[in-house]
């Protein structure tokens, strides 16, 4: 069996585990996400715990059988604590500043660059260059700051543009660097 489809996950306390047929819906203090279970996968949930089980072993079978447990698990981590990626802007005048819920990027093009936020994401802006993506959907926390990096990829010669907060940039050697 999987090594991750087959551990059990346990439901804390204030989150309500619903499961009608292939959905899967999770409530909790910081709000309710669902998913659609695919076909030969079967999720349970005995005495506060969730299992999730296959038929077979074959290999796309398999593979559903972890992603869904981690998918479930991720849900049930999502609506008790939440989940954030931090950013960093690094360049001579790059900035963000926030304009209501939406965030205002100075990144050395002519223009201002507005992002705005998607439904069940909050931004953060902590300081001119550091900033955070809050929500309760996993994917969707990562997905955004994956777009707004997108808007200035880090430079390898110089480091400069946005970047995860930790992210370490392989640097290339310039022309003068023989």
């Given at each position: 069996?999987?090594?991750?489809?087959?551990?059990?996950?346990?439901?804390?306390?204030?989150?309500?585990?619903?499961?009608?047929?292939r959905a899967v819906t999770v409530k909790g203090p910081k709000?309710?996400?669902?998913?659609?279970?695919?076909?030969?996968?079967?999720?349970?949930?005995?005495?506060?715990?969730?299992?999730?089980?296959?038929?077979?072993?074959?290999?796309?079978?398999?593979?559903?059988?972890?992603?869904?447990?981690?998918?479930?698990?991720?849900?049930?981590?999502?609506?008790?604590?939440?989940?954030?990626?931090?950013?960093?802007?690094?360049?001579?005048?790059?900035?963000?500043?926030?304009?209501?819920?939406?965030?205002?990027?100075?990144?050395?093009?002519?223009?201002?660059?507005?992002?705005?936020?998607?439904?069940?994401?909050?931004?953060?802006?902590?300081?001119?260059?550091?900033?955070?993506?809050?929500?309760?959907?996993?994917?969707?926390?990562?997905?955004?700051?994956?777009?707004?990096?997108?808007?200035?990829?880090?430079?390898?010669?110089?480091?400069?543009?946005?970047?995860?907060?930790?992210?370490?940039?392989?640097?290339?050697?310039?022309?003068?660097?023989?």
């Amino acid at each position: 069996m999987s090594r991750i489809g087959r551990l059990p996950i346990s439901v804390p306390g204030g989150v309500e585990v619903k499961i009608d047929g292939r959905a899967v819906t999770v409530k909790g203090p910081k709000g309710e996400l669902s998913h659609t279970v695919a076909e030969p996968i079967e999720v349970k949930l005995e005495d506060g715990t969730v299992t999730v089980a296959r038929p077979n072993d074959e290999n796309t079978i398999r593979a559903l059988h972890g992603l869904t447990r981690s998918l479930i698990y991720n849900m049930i981590v999502g609506v008790t604590q939440g989940y954030t990626k931090t950013l960093e802007i690094v360049g001579v005048g790059y900035r963000v500043q926030a304009k209501g819920n939406n965030l205002e990027f100075s990144l050395g093009y002519s223009h201002p660059v507005t992002v705005e936020a998607p439904e069940g994401i909050n931004f953060k802006v902590e300081r001119p260059t550091v900033f955070s993506v809050e929500g309760i959907d996993k994917q969707k926390v990562g997905e955004v700051a994956a777009n707004i990096r997108k808007l200035r990829k880090p430079d390898p010669y110089k480091g400069k543009g946005v970047r995860y907060q930790g992210e370490q940039i392989r640097r290339k050697v310039g022309k003068a660097g023989k």
